[in-house]
């Protein structure tokens, strides 16, 4: 049986703050060595560059090593997964997941929040954007399940992972092992990371049959609805956070999912908290939430066709701004319309993730 989750969102006040994660742990509301996963945006470019996911990733890391038990090695092995890039009004903040004392929580049948991890096996840089990496991250996928304790695929609601990118050193060792990659240089990796990746989760989960490769980032009516894939320079396997719905464990949270069909889908967020279980009016208002949404998780993706809703739109076409930051941007101000809350997970490079143009919504309530 999976453990009970408590999990809090804390700002980040600074690149090299994890000073509300410590604040957690003096008062008692969580404890270090208890702490599982952490996902969370840094103010950063977003980019393969961007190295405040190195420097928030640190930060949290020494307080779970000096407030805790566990070992520098233990605590390397917690799956930290940054979003880089607090595009528009995006807040940096970070949202921590950790078990409690079982005999703290009073156990019921009604489904409550569970967390499951998992690392694949090493991705080579050869791997990204082929079949290979697809089954890696399937075979992951499966595992962080597992460990969750979850059996039915329609309990997962949120499947966060991080994986790497190309870089330059990657591919020259690729070519120096006599191997190729799907790209000779490192700019639009980071999508083909993130697309390959959510195939897997996708395959995992019965979404989709395994794909052919010349369907991998070309067809997009495969998709996953539950996948959130984030990749960069830190890692060289799938790091993987399956986060869903289990039953007789107890706990006082739930998560649940839903799609954006556009960047502008409001719908598509209220359904996710809906899913979660939070009853709401017809038409909702930030208001209607009170303190029971902890977070939502988004990712967006601008339409390969250059529109939204039937208007035409610059972004695919603007050399002096990535559409990355802009769509980010959009879908940013649309969820905290939504939340009365800067402070939510939006993140970019969504193909495969969601229905082309739009992309998947998970909300974790308190139940």
Known sequence: MPAPIEVRKVPLH???????????????????????????????????????????????????????????????????????????????HATVFATLPEDTVEKTDEPRLTVGYAMSDVLLPEDIGRVAMVEKVAEGVKRAMAAAGITDPADVHYVQTKTPLLTIDTIRDARERGQTTILEEPHGSMDISNGTTALGIAVALGEIEMPAQEQIMRDLSLYSSVASCSSGVELDRAQIVVVGNARGHGGNYRVGHSVMKDALDQDGIWNAIRDAGLELPERPHHTDLGDRLVNVFLKCEASPDGKVRGRRNAMLDDSDVSWHRQIKA??????????????????????????????????????
């Open 14 to 92: 600074n690149v090299s703050d994890a000073s509300e994660l410590a604040k957690l742990i003096d008062e008692g509301v969580m404890e270090a060595d208890r702490v599982v996963a952490v996902i969370g945006k840094t103010e950063g470019n977003g980019g393969i560059n961007d190295y405040t996911r190195i420097i928030a990733d640190r930060a949290f890391r020494e307080v779970l090593l000096e407030k805790g038990s566990r070992s520098k090695e233990e605590v390397a092995e917690i799956p930290i997964v940054w979003s880089g890039g607090t595009d528009g009004v995006i807040s940096p």
């Open 330 to 367: 959009t879908v940013g101000g649309v969820t905290a319309s939504v939340t009365g809350d800067p402070a939510v997970f939006v993140s970019v490079a969504a193909v495969h993730q969601g229905p082309s143009g739009g992309g998947p919504v998970a909300a974790i309530v308190e139940a």
